[in-house]
């Protein structure tokens, strides 16, 4: 096996996989990279069982074969070597030579036969979706997603497809984000499925936006997305989501309209005096004004006011400053609503001019 690149070219495809290997593995030939070249095209594989991921490139001076390199390592050489530089990697025995230049650096590598394969996808759905429009919903709600929950099926991003429709939902049962945006092409059966966190991480990564098309194909264990350069396949969480529909209040009928950034930039400058355990502020409405307290147990307080344009009186709820934070960095308008009922009751937070993403804080007792 040999083949030649430029080294920003190469550098480009080892970076989208050398994050999916792990740094402790169980297997050596995990901590490696499966390097195969066919017909001229060099195609780079990654993976820790989880997740798998599949770069390709096309590439000149080449002779077909298959040999796994050490990820870090091979990453760590190619990004240290200067702009510009052509590097060529080439397989004798087993060993791996990487030449640019003057440098030249000799890997020990594992035979391609060891190297797991993740199992066929076999789709039973299949959906595109623009590439900018996938993006965005999983910026906008992967924050919530919980972290080693015992509720294992917490700790991923659930991607629900509906008619015509796809929404991403997260939550750690303090919080919800939820976002959808339209498909082309309904997908032919309602189906839930929950990516787990590193898988829903690594996607963020890859995804650069822009007007691609990309192609999702969902099986019973796997969810694989494809794009021309690259292929991403992740294992599902095997859980049932809980109703998520169900804990969007409903009746909560109270409105507050403010300003996006004014309203971020009073919670974080109260946030600097609450308590650091449990983050509280205390949110009070009163007609044309939104006033924010928060206090913690050195006796130190911090209030601030802002215009809101509401009517609500009399209502003051208590919420974890850090979530109220978090929604409002997920939404992009220059208004947004916090939709109230009781001091009791959940929020909900959202865009003035849509409802496409919305936001559910649960009260704090304070």
Known sequence: ?????????????????????????????????????????????GTDLEVEMVARHSVDDAQDGETTIPARKLFEIVRALPDGSKVTVSQSGDKVTVSAGRSRFTLASLPANDFPSVDEVE?????????????????????????????????????????????????????????????????????????????VQELQRLLE?????????VGRNHIRVKRDDVTFTSKLIDGRFPDYEAVIPIGADREVKVDREVLRAALQRAAILSNEKYRGVRVEVSPGQLRINAHNPEQEEAQEEIEADTRVDGLAIGFNVNYLLDALSALRDEHVILQLRDANS?????????????????????
Do not use: W
């Open 1 to 45: 096996m040999r083949f030649s690149l430029q080294r920003e070219v190469f550098l480009k495809p080892l970076a989208q996989v050398v994050n999916v290997v792990e740094r402790r593995q169980t297997l050596p030939v995990l901590a490696n990279l499966l390097v195969q070249v066919r017909a001229g095209q060099l195609s780079l594989t």
């Open 123 to 199: 789709a039973t759905e299949r959906v595109r979706v623009p590439e900018a429009g996938l993006k965005e919903l999983i910026e906008r709600t992967a924050f919530a997603m919980a972290q080693q929950d015992v509720r294992y099926y917490l700790n991923g991003l659930l991607f629900d497809l509906r008619d015509k429709t796809l929404r991403c939902v997260a939550t750690d049962g303090h919080r919800l984000a939820l976002c959808e945006a339209p498909l082309d092409g309904s997908a032919q059966a309602k189906r839930q499925i929950i990516v787990p966190r590193k898988g």
């Open 209 to 217: 936006g822009g007007d691609r098309e990309l192609e999702l194909e």
């Open 346 to 366: 959940s929020a909900l937070v959202r865009e003035a001019g849509s409802e496409k993403c919305r936001h559910v804080v649960m009260p704090l007792r304070l």
